[in-house]
Nanobody
Framework: QVQLVESGGGLVQPGGSLRLSCAAS????????MRWYRQALGKQREYVAGITSSESISYGDSVKGRFTISRDNTKNTVYLQMNSLQFEDTAVYYCNADVQDASRVVKGYWGQGTQVTVSS
């Protein structure tokens, strides 16, 4: 069984920064793409950023230039550094990863989400 656990969310003022982490644990053989999504209240889930196993990176248009995704393969962890946070960044942030388990089966997994609130 594989689990993804996010951390690092919280309350921050506009213009502030937060760093989210998502750690994968369990019966892991390999991790491929890792991504962040977010969902604001009453809105559809939105793609934020993604990083492949070869560290090819992409961002959603609304966060380009402000957010930075990275990963540490030794820790099975993906990070999201969020700078210049705006009210519109308020959402639950979810981690998603394509994981090959010890049985060599590849499946997509989701974390439980972490709340980010930007408020003055």
């Amino acid at each position: 069984q594989v689990q993804l656990v996010e951390s690092g969310g919280g309350l921050v003022q506009p213009g502030g920064s937060l760093r989210l982490s998502c750690a994968a644990s369990g019966s892991i053989f390999s991790i491929y793409g890792m991504r962040w999504y977010r969902q604001a209240l009453g809105k559809q889930r939105e793609y934020v950023a993604g990083i492949t196993s070869s560290e090819s990176i992409s961002y959603g248009d609304s966060v380009k230039g402000r957010f930075t995704i990275s990963r540490d393969n030794t820790k099975n962890t993906v990070y999201l550094q969020m700078n210049s946070l705006q009210f519109e960044d308020t959402a639950v942030y979810y981690c998603n990863a394509d994981v090959q388990d010890a049985s060599r089966v590849v499946k997509g997994y989701w974390g439980q989400g972490t709340q980010v609130t930007v408020s003055s």
